[in-house]
T-cell receptor, first 111, second 119 residues
């Protein structure tokens, strides 16, 4: 069983819809990361959080440490939001900070 | 502020050859992590360097090795290339503060990747 599970694997929605992507993890973590990857490979860090909620523009990330669950929300979705969204966790415990990644959610926003 | 850069962008090698990939970390960062992303998969952690020393390693064989230089740039070396080494290789830099028992890592910033094809 993968330590980081994302759902859904694929999501197609219409422009303007509210999008939610979920991430569950099974290990103790020091932080959870939401990343965006476009075709061609470049990865952009969207959020790094260890508690509560963060907001940046139309993106909102929440985490519930007790339930080992995080969600990424996109409000007023737009075709340019189409990308792969990846959840990753740090479980450094003071040592290395190598991330463990989920398999990603492939999001397509249709005009 | 200079972002994370990687070179080369693409590379084709044959089985058994050796390859060196390079990563320049973002200004002010002291930690570099390397990841391998096979087609259609999520990235896998190879290893991390902090202040020129290997800080941790994922489940990769010893033929994957690395270096970090005093300016915190880094190299990934892969010997005896195999077909399954074909992948996108990503590096990410970050700033770590504190001692080993209580080190805090800040956000990782990724480079554009090097796509390696092994024939």
């Amino acid at each position: 069983k993968n330590e980081v599970e994302q759902s859904p694997q694929n999501l197609t929605a219409q422009e303007g819809e509210f999008i939610t992507i979920n991430c569950s993890y099974s290990v103790g973590i020091s932080a959870l990361h939401w990343l965006q990857q476009h075709p061609g490979g470049g990865i952009v860090s969207l959020f790094m959080l260890s508690s509560g909620k963060k907001k940046h523009g139309r993106l909102i990330a929440t985490i519930n440490i007790q339930e080992k669950h995080s969600s990424l929300h996109i409000t007023a979705s737009h075709p340019r939001d189409s990308a792969v969204y990846i959840c990753a966790v740090s479980n450094s415990g003071g040592g290395a900070d190598g991330l463990t990644f989920g398999k990603g959610t492939h999001l397509i926003i249709q005009p | 502020e200079t972002g994370v850069t990687q070179s080369p962008t693409h590379l084709i090698k044959t089985r058994g050859q050796q390859v060196t990939l390079r990563c320049s970390s973002q200004s002010g960062h002291n930690t570099v992590s390397w990841y391998q992303q096979a087609l259609g998969q999520g990235p896998q952690f190879i290893f991390q360097y902090y202040r020129e020393e290997e800080n941790g390693r994922g489940n990769f064989p010893p033929r994957f090795s690395g270096l970090q230089f005093p300016n915190y740039s880094s190299e990934l070396n892969v010997n005896a290339l195999e077909l399954d080494d074909s992948a996108l290789y990503l590096c990410a830099s970050s700033l770590a503060v504190g001692t080993l028992s209580g080190r805090t890592y800040n956000e990782q910033f990724f480079g554009p990747g090097t796509r390696l094809t092994v024939l």
